[in-house]
């Protein structure tokens, strides 16, 4: 008749606890930027006219990049009013729009002039990119068997140094395996373009040359082994 040996650490089963740990670095996948396009206007109507025709611009501008972008979103949007400096009133002096936009790109040939396009338009300001791995990434799973791997090698080679060897799992916790903080590269920062809308098209901005960053994954497991009775004796 078989024994199950119990959960829990006793002289014929001893209990051995480690942690697992996995560190490496892998290229990124993405790029996200943020793109703030804002407007400036004696009154609300123009400040929303004006604000529509930028903001649109800009999608058109990132449509044209195809697969290239990942993802492209709409963040916050508002007009607000900017009193006189003597506020008496309620006068209000002039009105500014801005509208938040995200995208994200997956292609790094095509970043670099894409954010310079960008950072060239008027009222237009850039930041980014913030290099990153997608949640389904295959090397947060390499991590997280590197971590089990180094666990069970660390408890087999106590194990050994007392004469013994593992004979079953109790439990296995995973800590977590995530990406690091990105990490932001400069920023190409407020621009101011060369020519309003509706202007002469001007020559295409130098495309900026972006080194992808690579990125750390990170992955700890807590193991707990029974093992066989330890040899003891000298």
Known sequence: MTTTPPPYGTPEHPRIAVRGEAHHEVDPETARITITVTTRGKDRRHALEDLTRRNNHVLELARTYGQSIEKLETGTFSITPE??????????????????????LNDFTALGEFTTTIADL??????????????????????RR?????????????????????????????????????????TPGATRGRAAYGATAPEPPPTLDLEPQRQTVHAQVNARFLMSPPKLQK
């Open 122 to 143: 008027d009222m237009t300001r850039i930041n980014g990119p913030w290099w990153g791995l997608r949640p389904d990434s295959p090397a947060h799973a390499t991590a």
């Open 83 to 104: 009193l006189t400096k003597k506020g008496r009133n309620e006068q209000i002096h002039a009105y500014h729009g801005r509208v938040h936009i995200t995208a994200v």
């Open 146 to 186: 590197q971590a089990v791997h180094e666990a069970v090698q660390r408890a087999r080679e106590y194990a050994d140094a007392l004469g013994s060897h593992l004979t079953a799992l109790l439990e296995l916790t995973d800590l977590g395996a995530e990406n690091t903080t990105p990490t932001t590269l400069p």
